[in-house]
């Protein structure tokens, strides 16, 4: 158990990337915060997680309103004590060319991908300067570091989320808080069968995604979760600031 008594708050924890990640730390001995906007669906997760004799609480939070994602750490630390782990993963994804993106669209990306992952860092770092010190892992995207078409305004949001990790790399690593982001390629979630449905043939599109992908199939979101396992753990306690792609080889063709 890598993670024994280490106490975590996961956010987009009710579904895809986030649930397979609460799950696998939940597995490895740590309690986890599971947080989500969806009340249902964080339910579920911590429904899964304490019937398989894991430690799990679900929060219900919109984490692009500073103040819950503030309350939601509060109430991790009254809870539990500490918070050793801070994975800021909830995203959503919006596909529209530039020219038809409105001000309402952007704003809603911007809220959740990049202010929901700035006020956890933000509320995390000042819990974690109390403590000692802890991890921080953000879930960016491939599409931080490549672009595709229609996905101008996610890209914008997920580069700012590789920027804003470096920064508090430089920022904070010698208070001994390590901040490092990941880059899912695409992956079997919830939120990519959304993406393949907005064309007129899904089955095409995602024949068409995964000929993208030099290993020839999506990633499972279990792929992602090994890899903030990895992050979380003293194995990479000299990784900072770092983008770990994790992508079945497409950004490398
Ligand atoms: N699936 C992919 O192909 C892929 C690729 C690269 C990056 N990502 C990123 O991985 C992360 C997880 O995505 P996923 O594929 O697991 O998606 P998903 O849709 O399966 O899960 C996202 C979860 O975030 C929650 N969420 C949405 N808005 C929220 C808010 N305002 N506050 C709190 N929770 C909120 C949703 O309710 C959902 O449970 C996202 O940041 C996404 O951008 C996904």
């Known amino acids: ?44 997760t911590q429904t899964a997680i304490t019937t398989t004799g894991g430690n799990c609480l679900g929060l219900v939070v919109d984490v ?15 809870r539990f004590g500490r918070l050793d782990i801070l994975h800021n993963n909830a995203g ?19 809220g959740v991908n990049f202010k929901g992952v700035f006020f956890g860092c933000k509320h995390g770092i000042v819990q974690m300067l109390t403590q000692g010190g802890g991890i921080i892992i953000n879930t960016a995207s491939e599409l931080g570091i490549v672009g595709q078409p229609l996905y101008s305004a996610y890209c914008a949001t997920k580069g700012g989320v590789l920027a804003l990790t470096r920064a508090l ?38 024949k068409a995604v995964v000929a993208t992908i030099p290993v020839g199939r999506l990633g499972k ?20 600031g770092a983008a770990i792609v994790a992508d079945g080889g497409k950004t490398i063709i």
Do not use: Y
């Open 64 to 78: 692009s309103v500073e103040e819950q994602v503030k309350r939601a750490i509060a109430t991790t630390v009254e």
């Open 221 to 240: 979101p279990e792929d992602i979760a090994r890899v903030a396992l990895f992050l979380a753990t003293s194995d990479a306690e000299f990784i900072h």
């Open 92 to 110: 959503i994804s919006v596909l529209k060319p530039i020219i038809e993106t409105t001000e309402a669209d952007l704003d809603k990306l911007l």
């Open 1 to 44: 158990m890598r993670l024994n008594g280490k106490i975590s708050l996961i956010t987009g924890a009710g579904s895809g990337i986030g649930r397979a990640t609460a799950e696998c730390f939940a597995r490895e001995g740590a309690t986890v915060v599971a947080v989500d906007v969806n009340g249902d669906a964080v339910q579920a």
């Open 169 to 206: 790399a430089t920022e904070w690593s010698a208070q001994n808080i390590r901040v490092n982001a990941i880059c899912p390629g695409p992956i079997d979630t919830p939120m990519i069968h959304a993406e393949f449905n907005v064309g007129p043939d899904s089955v095409a599109e995602e």
